[in-house]
């Protein structure tokens, strides 16, 4: 069955810390790869897509995220996290059918100031 | 509008009780979607729309769940008899076409409580 994985239920970081949060799906095949984060009592926002290409995708606010079609992985990235960066961060994967997501259990993310 | 729009955020129904959410997609969005998301836990797909055809419902977990979308825009999901495990948030999406290769926005969701 397709199926998403994120690793880490929970993330604790001091500001100014490197981030990367896992995230592999079942199977491959066509994917379609997105990281959506929820800021508190907000809508789930996208953070950036991978649909084909360079396998490095740049998102919005200093996010990346790497693409290894190899190990079925899309870990999001970033360098230096902020106060700001405090949210839920999920991962979701559509295999072309329609546009459906499957995503993974989420990972909340906390910053210290 | 700018976003989903969806209504009522916040419902709370006793056992038993039929509710109706609905959903304002994005003007002009082809697909629309519906997911559940039970607390923390990630979105669960339950059903989808391409204009008012309802393409895929494999995700919604029982009869007493049913979903319409008359006329292509506007959709609601109804609950029948709800019963606790019912109490999630249920989220409404649209995307622009059909085919994962469409950015999909989501609304507020409706925060649904069942006592």
């Known amino acids: 069955a397709q199926s998403v994985s994120q690793h880490n239920h929970h993330v604790i970081l001091s500001e100014a810390a490197s981030l990367e949060l896992g995230c592999n799906y079942s199977?491959?095949?066509?994917?379609?790869l997105f990281w959506y984060v929820q800021y508190p009592g907000q809508h789930l926002q996208l953070l950036l897509k991978y649909f084909s290409g360079d396998p490095l995708v740049k998102g919005i606010k200093g996010f990346e995220a790497e693409f290894i079609k190899s190990k079925f992985s899309f870990n999001l990235r970033k360098p230096s996290v902020q106060w700001s960066d405090t949210a839920e961060y999920f991962c979701?994967?559509?295999w072309g059918q329609g546009g459906k997501l499957i995503f993974g259990q989420g990972t909340e993310l906390s910053v210290k100031p | 509008g700018a976003g989903v729009s969806q209504s009522p955020r916040y419902k709370v129904a006793k056992r038993g009780q039929d509710v109706a959410l609905r959903c304002d997609p994005i003007s002009g969005h082809v697909s629309l979607f519906w997911y559940q998301q039970a607390l923390g836990q990630g979105p669960e797909f339950l059903t989808y729309?391409?204009?008012?055809?309802?393409?895929?419902k494999s995700g919604l977990p029982s009869d007493r769940f049913f979903a319409e979308r008359p006329e292509g825009s506007v959709s609601t999901l109804k609950i029948q008899r709800t019963q606790q495990e019912d109490s999630a948030v249920y989220l409404c999406?649209?995307?622009?076409?059909?085919?994962?290769?469409?950015?999909?926005?989501f609304g507020e969701g409706s925060w649904l409580t069942v006592v």
């Open positions: 729309f391409q204009n008012e055809a309802q393409l895929d």
């Open positions: 999406a649209s995307s622009l076409a059909e085919g994962g290769g469409n950015t999909i926005y």
């Open positions: 199977y491959g095949g066509t994917v379609n």
């Open positions: 979701a994967v559509n």
